[in-house]
């Protein structure tokens, strides 16, 4: 037996048999709510403000990609079939059985029983953005780092990015920074004319930002130099906007209790004028509005702060599908998936409704106490961390307590893309936990490749810009601007 071969076992052994590294539920623990660990990893945070580290799951519409795992003992190895060989090519589907076959000769020679399973998994991504300014992309399903960069200045705050398969917009101070997505590579940079209330982002080549002085300010990605298109709400835009991109709509919550949607069409004719965003429709709500706006099937579901939940659909003249009222304050985004709408109250009370007509879940009329945040969403169950720093499990169809394992989970991503439960701990590691023998993630919502459409000829809308008179208001108050009007005080006071 050769030292290189003492070599590779050893290492092999150290991997397999060694406690999760970074992870926060050991395997037996995640076993007694039929989970089992995927993977974990150390993010980087600020040492000034580590609280204050994002991540966002983003699911691609490239095709599904194709992996060979190896797991034993709990623990796996990802081959990706991308990978390139010793000529310079990707190894293909062959190529990664072959060096899985290698791999699991060395691992029962240790005494191990290794299992090869071919898995076919959607493009997945988390995107993790400190205060300091640091960025970092992670595969959603293996937990490898893609690449990681560092924009702007520490000193400025540095906004959550958002991202689609093109760009990944990251916005610092006043100056907004566009990352190429497969890469991280530094594309282009600018200051914009405003100061941004909230992060920037980008939609159809257009690259938005809700501006803290009450305009929704419109950059064309391929020529920022090119006058921006503007539109003037008045109120302040401090909440992060959500985006529908099946409707090509974002979302912005505007002070003090609107959410304004904006739809940000393509340009579909080549060397045509781009089309600015249109004001399509308004959403008032009885009391200010906290929360992310979430996309769902073909419209957004909004929370506001006094307990109201509205279903809105914002292309058909903001038709109000449903609203309920839960009886509680609402700050955080509700988390959608398998048709139901979960949220956490303030006071740390789990509420769940039924998105297609707003009525409260079957099997959740009593509301469930001392609970954080939602985590994910699988077929039978609910995965949460309650105000104890545990991970819990409750029955979908019944509201039922089926456990609860760990401690100190500090915080947790809240997964509306796949049943994948991420959690989060006060060192800054996250874990990646899936149900047993779940080797690919549930999708909630299939995203696909955007089909080719046929060029055609579009109205150009107007825009409301700064100083215009007697430009036409979509809501018909005649108002220059669409100023909100002053009312309940957006912190409390009235």
């Given at each position: ?9 050893w ?6 048999s060694?406690a999760?590294?970074y992870?926060?539920?050991?395997t037996?623990e ?17 040492l000034?403000?580590?609280s ?17 795992e ?10 990706d079939?991308n990978t390139?060989?010793?000529d ?14 290698t ?13 090869i ?11 993790v ?19 990681m ?15 689609n398969d093109?760009?990944v917009i990251?916005?610092?101070?006043s100056?907004?920074?566009a990352?190429?997505?497969e890469?991280g ?9 405003d100061a941004?209330?909230?992060?920037a982002g ?6 938005f930002i809700p ?10 990605t391929?020529?920022?130099t ?23 709509v974002?979302a ?19 060397n ?5 965003p249109v ?10 509005i906290?929360a ?7 419209s ?56 297609t ?12 106490k ?6 994910s ?8 961390r309650n ?8 029955d ?36 990646c936990?899936a149900?047993?023998?779940a ?11 955007p089909a ?9 809308p ?6 215009d ?7 018909g ?7 909100a ?10």
């Open positions: 037996m050769t030292r290189n071969t003492l070599g590779w076992i290492t092999l052994i150290a991997l397999f060694s999760t590294a992870g926060q539920l050991t037996a995640a076993g007694r709510l039929g989970l089992e660990p995927r993977w974990s990893a150390a993010l980087h945070t600020s000034k403000e580590p204050k580290t994002s991540v966002m799951i983003w699911q691609s519409s490239a095709p599904a990609k194709t992996s060979i190896l797991a034993a003992e709990g623990k796996q190895i990802v081959l079939t390139l060989g010793a310079g090519k990707p190894i293909g589907i062959d190529g990664a059985k072959a060096q899985a076959e791999l699991a000769k060395r691992m029962r020679f240790a005494g191990l029983k290794p299992v399973t071919e898995r076919t998994s959607p493009n997945i991504f988390l995107l953005t400190a205060s300091d300014g640091s960025v970092e992309m992670l595969d959603a399903e293996t937990g490898k780092s893609l690449w960069t560092q924009v702007g200045k520490t000193s400025q705050p540095t906004f959550p990015a958002m991202m093109k760009h990251v916005t610092n101070g100056t907004i920074y990352l190429e997505t890469t590579k530094s594309l282009f940079s600018f200051r914009c004319e941004p209330g909230s992060a980008e939609l159809n080549g257009r690259i501006s803290i002085t009450g305009k929704f300010i419109g950059y064309l391929d020529d920022r090119r006058e921006p298109s503007r539109f003037v709400y008045g109120g302040r835009s401090i909440v992060r906007s959500g985006v529908n991109r099946d409707l090509n974002v912005v919550p505007v002070e003090p209790r609107f959410v304004f949607f904006f739809t940000i069409d393509p340009t579909e004719k080549a045509s004028k781009p089309i600015p004001a399509t429709a308004r959403l008032e709500a009885q009391s200010p906290f992310t706006p979430v996309p769902y099937e073909d957004f579901i909004v929370c506001s702060r006094s307990g109201e939940i509205f279903r809105i659909n914002p292309v058909a003249g903001g038709d109000i599908k449903w609203v309920t009222s839960t009886g509680s304050v609402l700050y955080s985004a509700p988390l959608v998936a398998q048709n139901g709408v979960f949220v956490v109250s303030d006071p740390g009370e789990l509420l769940a409704y039924d998105a007509n707003g009525s409260v879940l079957a099997g959740w009329d009593t509301s469930i001392g609970i954080k945040q939602v985590l969403i699988t077929k039978d169950r609910v995965f949460v105000k104890s720093g545990q991970l819990a499990a409750y979908f169809a019944t509201g039922g307590l089926v456990g609860t394992v760990g401690s100190g989970l500090v915080h947790g991503l809240a997964n509306p893309v796949s049943d994948r439960i991420y959690v989060i701990a006060a060192n800054g590691t996250i874990q936990l149900q047993k023998g080797t690919s993630p549930l999708i909630h919502q299939n995203v696909q490749a080719e459409k046929e060029p055609k000829e579009k109205p150009k107007e825009i409301k810009r700064d100083g008179a007697g430009a036409d208001n979509p809501f108050d005649g108002d220059a601007g669409m100023e009007p002053a009312g309940d005080d957006p912190f409390g006071n009235g």
